[in-house]
């Protein structure tokens, strides 16, 4: 019972590491990438021409691409590379 009792607080500072570990790695990151999509959502829809078709329009008229590179420098603003 003494033995449990010393390392109650070795087990309760592991948690507070691991908790603060799985959120420095996994949710930080996705909240992070959740609002730069938010900021910029035409980074991430398929250029098409106006009529409707569907047809693929060049990559350089397309406001995507801008949205692309801001959500990049978002992400680089927020800490992450990508």
Do not use: H
Request: aromatic content about 12%; charged content about 30%; proline content about 4%.
């Amino acid at each position: 019972m003494e033995k449990i009792k010393q390392q109650k607080y070795v087990i309760l500072i592991s948690l507070i590491i691991l908790g603060f570990v799985f959120y420095w790695f996994e949710l930080r990151p996705n909240n992070i990438r959740k609002e730069c999509i938010k900021t910029y959502p035409d980074a991430f829809r398929i250029p098409t021409d106006d009529n409707g078709i569907g047809r693929l329009i060049s990559v350089g008229n397309y406001k995507g691409s801008i949205d692309k590179a801001g959500y990049e420098k978002c992400l680089r603003e927020n800490g992450l590379d990508r």
